[in-house]
């Protein structure tokens, strides 16, 4: 009797283990229940991704902006801003001869102070819109001739239910020049223009209706806007006195 009480009992724990691993769901169920597992931690990873992605997303502070694709230009301090195409020669101002004028709206650079961003913003059914060219006024507020910045084919004329009458030209290196707010219009797609000749007159439109008259001017390099100042290299003084 003694032999068969100091014999070490059987641990009976494995055997229940083979017992349910030996069941025909027991696999699946390990499975599913591992996939579960790796699938909520994977969206709990995703989660936090997507809200430090949102939290450095740059905006303006206060206010709703849709702001379009486009690339940047690196321009280093202290050095005059240079064409990025350097087989394009430079821009003249699109202002007839002799009209006195000044800058409006900026074009919107995301690397400008918040500031400076928010001058360069569109109001329009309650929303703002980064401002993809230049505006320019003629200092006595009253209509004026807009000339064609650089020699080029017109591609494109049309007359915009917002932005009014529009006028694209097509340059050298994929540049194009566009033209938008014109009163009138004088040519027509497939037209040759030269640097200077005139090509409409600036007027109103709906977007932009608290500019008033004005010239809506844009450059695009591989259809993206860019600031266009940097390839108006001519002194503003020098066209407006030409």
Not at 69 to 85: I, M, R
Not at 88 to 109: C, F, I, R, T
């Amino acid at each position: 009797m003694e032999d068969q009480k100091n014999q070490p009992i059987p641990f009976k724990k494995a055997s229940s283990w083979k017992k349910v691993l030996g069941k025909k769901w027991a696999f699946p169920a390990i499975y599913i229940g591992t996939a579960a597992i790796i699938l909520a931690f994977v969206m709990w990873y995703q989660g936090n991704v997507m809200n430090t992605v949102s939290k450095m997303t740059n905006g303006t502070d206060g206010v709703a902006v849709t702001t379009p694709a486009a690339p940047e230009t690196t321009t280093p301090q202290n050095e005059e801003a240079v064409p990025a195409t350097s087989g394009v020669k430079p821009l003249a101002w699109p202002v007839g001869k002799g009209v006195q004028y000044n800058v409006g709206m900026n074009y919107y650079d995301e690397k400008a102070s918040k500031d400076n961003q928010q001058k360069a913003l569109v109001s329009f059914d309650n929303t703002f819109y980064p401002h993809t060219g230049i505006d320019l006024v003629s200092t006595d507020g009253k209509s004026f001739d807009v000339i064609a910045a650089l020699a080029g084919k017109v591609v494109k004329v049309v007359n915009d239910p917002l932005v009014g009458n529009e006028i694209e030209i097509e340059h050298a290196d994929k540049m194009i020049t566009v033209y938008q707010s014109l009163e009138s219009v004088t040519v027509k797609p497939g037209d040759e223009v030269t640097q200077g000749q005139v090509i409409g007159s600036a007027g109103r439109n709906t977007f932009e209706k608290d500019a008033g008259a004005h010239l809506h001017f844009e450059v695009r390099i591989d259809n993206q806007p860019v600031n266009p100042e940097q390839y108006l290299i001519q002194a503003e003084s020098e066209v407006k006195n030409q």
